[in-house]
């Protein structure tokens, strides 16, 4: 069976520090990735999806960038976080035939 | 994209049920109909999708209009673990791959006892 994994589950950063969030699939190859934001008591936001290696489409301008360096590895990053990147980070993965979306547990980024 | 419209927030009690309105009179003759749910502190989960006919599975029904510009998500029974927030999300597969879903605010489904 499939699988999702995203970690951490929580993290406090301060201003200007680096983030990495980390998402991995198992059980499923050439899945598409999405990463997802989601602000306190508000809907979510499509950050970035991708589709194969190396393959990154980003949907909004932001401080943040995301890589695929593994057909079942999703990275979000930034170099320098900002107070408005505090939020609820979600990754999803979906198969390729497939129009259902998995998401992961979250991580609960909170910039102070 | 197709913009919807929910209530912000609707309240059952157990045992009896739901019915959860969606309007989305801008959808395209392509979009299915997804619908999501997200529990406190949780990813979405899946819940049930459609393009015209009525579909059903363990979970609920989807009903949706003739005219395609609105659905009903049906839940038979609500429990307490049916308390989540419900999204209704019109979409369909880019052409370049994916399967980009925008995700309101949803309808907030309170169960009492």
């Known amino acids: 069976s499939q699988t999702i994994h995203q970690w951490p589950a929580t993290l406090v950063q301060p201003v200007g520090s680096p983030l990495s969030l980390e998402c991995t699939v198992e059980?499923?190859?050439?899945?598409?990735l999405y990463w997802y934001r989601q602000a306190a008591g508000r809907g979510l936001q499509l950050l970035f999806y991708?589709?194969?290696?190396?393959?990154i489409s980003s949907e909004v301008p932001q401080n943040l960038s995301a890589s695929r360096p593994q057909d079942r590895q999703f990275i979000l990053s930034s170099k320098k976080l900002l107070l408005s990147d505090s939020g609820f980070y979600l990754c999803?993965?979906?198969?390729?035939?497939?129009?259902?979306?998995?998401f992961g547990s979250g991580t609960q980024l909170s910039v102070l | 994209d197709a913009k919807t419209t929910q209530p912000n927030s609707m309240e059952s009690n157990e045992e009896e049920p739901v019915h959860l309105p969606c309007n989305h009179s801008?959808?395209?003759?392509?979009?299915?109909i997804h619908w999501y749910r997200q529990l406190p502190s949780q990813g979405p989960e899946y819940v049930i999708h459609?393009?015209?006919s009525n579909v059903n599975n363990r979970m609920a029904s989807l009903a949706i209009a003739e005219d395609r510009k609105s659905s009903t998500l049906i839940l038979h029974r609500a429990t307490l673990r049916d308390a989540a927030v419900y999204y209704c999300?019109?979409?369909?597969?880019?052409?370049?791959?994916?399967?980009?879903?925008?995700f309101g605010t949803g309808t907030q489904l309170k169960v009492e006892l």
């Open positions: 999803a993965w979906q198969g390729t035939y497939n129009e259902k979306l998995f």
């Open positions: 059980g499923t190859s050439n899945p598409n």
């Open positions: 991708s589709v194969g290696i190396g393959q």
């Open positions: 801008t959808i395209s003759g392509t979009d299915y």
């Open positions: 459609g393009l015209t």
């Open positions: 999300i019109p979409g369909r597969p880019s052409t370049g791959g994916g399967n980009k879903l925008t």
